[in-house]
């Protein structure tokens, strides 16, 4: 059975740096593709960025380019999110997704999602 666990969110100022984790268990293969999204109060839930998990591609939102860094550990089945120069808009729980089966990278069609973990930026 699949299990994404997210750990590593917390509160920092703004400017500050924090890097989240998800451990992913259950692959046979390992997913295609794993991803960050996020949801604030109030709001939709909207991707952060993706990774090709054997590839190793990125895509990122335009909000985190520049700022956010995914990256993967292959032999680990793990997914991480390096989060620099964070702002108050970054406030927001952010969860791990894996296997996409639709077509867009960033969008929703993931099929496995974890719990999330809270991420806050005080002004």
């Known amino acids: 059975q699949v299990h994404l666990m997210e750990s590593g969110g917390g509160s920092v100022p703004a400017g500050g740096s924090l890097r989240i984790s998800c451990a992913a268990s259950g692959y046979t293969f390992g997913p295609n593709y794993m991803a960050w999204f996020r949801q604030a109060p109030g709001k939709e839930r909207e991707a952060v960025a993706s990774?090709?998990?054997?590839?190793?591609?990125?895509y990122y939102t335009d909000s985190v380019k520049g700022r956010f860094t995914i990256s993967r550990d292959i032999d680990e089945n793990a997914l991480y999110l390096q989060m620099n120069g964070l702002k108050p808009e970054d406030t927001a729980m952010y969860y791990c997704?894996?296997?996409?089966?639709?077509?867009?990278?960033?969008?929703?069609?993931?099929?496995?999602w974890g719990q999330g973990t809270q991420v806050t930026v005080s002004s």
């Open positions: 997704a894996a296997n996409l089966y639709g077509t867009w990278v960033l969008g929703p069609e993931y099929y496995d």
């Open positions: 990774i090709e998990f054997f590839g190793g591609a990125t």
